[in-house]
């Protein structure tokens, strides 16, 4: 059964760049999956952020968020990274990686919250 | 803009009753893409339905999907003390190959 682990700082300054993880186990990175980023400003709703296809590394990114945003995966660790620039306190949020399944996602990270603070 | 518009925004009933919950899509979409999470304080987002009325697994068959046109409606037949939480509804989105959500309906004890 796939897990997944986000982990990175929980306090990032205002202008700086948001860098998170999600570990994957239980199953091998390099297979033909999906997984996406999604976040959740406290109180509000889902955001989804963007998307990674593990056999070629193709990304799509919410047109919003794009010019902001990176997601990546690293085989050799078994898992995916994001990274977001010129953060502001509107970037703060739980992080979530999400494992997809057609077009739904039944695997999530148990999320990591991101604070936007000087 | 593709943009999903849940009703209620909160749904007051009580254990035993029905729950009917909307989700309008404001452009024709493809019903396999569109999904039901669940969701409790805490935690993250649990799949429930996922091609608009096909239950995840371990999904107890209280719970079902349905559609007409652009509306998409989860129905709970019995609720159960465990199912009040927030209920969100995604969207996979062609045009730029993402995903959007609505903006959840709150299902809370009356």
């Known amino acids: 059964q796939v897990q997944l682990q986000e982990s990175g700082p929980g306090l990032v300054k205002p202008s700086g760049t948001l860098s998170l993880s999600c570990a994957v186990s239980?199953?091998?990175?390099?297979?033909?999956?999906?997984y996406s980023w999604v976040r959740q400003p406290p109180g509000k709703g889902l955001d989804w952020i963007g998307q990674?296809?593990?056999?070629?590394?193709?990304?799509n990114y919410c047109p919003s968020l794009q010019s902001r945003v990176a997601i990546s995966i690293d085989k050799s660790k078994n898992q995916l990274s994001l990274q977001l620039t010129s953060v502001t306190a509107a970037d703060t949020a739980v992080y979530y990686c999400?494992?997809?399944?057609?077009?739904?996602?039944?695997?999530w990270g148990q999320g990591t919250l991101v604070t936007v603070s000087s | 803009e593709v943009v999903l518009t849940q009703s209620p925004g909160t749904l007051s009933l009580s254990p035993g009753e029905r729950a009917t919950l909307s989700c309008r899509a404001s452009?024709?979409?493809?019903?396999?893409?569109l999904t039901w999470y669940q969701q409790k304080p805490g935690q993250a987002p649990r799949l429930i339905i996922y091609?608009?009325?096909s239950r995840a697994t371990g999904i107890p068959d209280r719970f079902s999907g349905s559609v007409s046109g652009t509306d998409f409606t989860l129905t709970i037949s019995r609720l159960e003390p465990e199912d009040f939480a927030v209920y969100y509804c995604?969207?996979?989105?062609?045009?730029?190959?993402?995903?959007?959500f609505g903006q959840g309906t709150k299902l809370e004890v009356k």
């Open positions: 990674i296809h593990l056999s070629d590394g193709n990304t």
């Open positions: 091609s608009a009325s």
């Open positions: 995604q969207q996979y989105i062609p045009s730029f190959s993402g995903y959007t």
């Open positions: 239980g199953a091998f990175i390099g297979t033909n999956d999906y």
């Open positions: 999400a494992r997809h399944s057609g077009f739904s996602f039944p695997t």
């Open positions: 452009q024709s979409v493809e019903s396999r893409f």
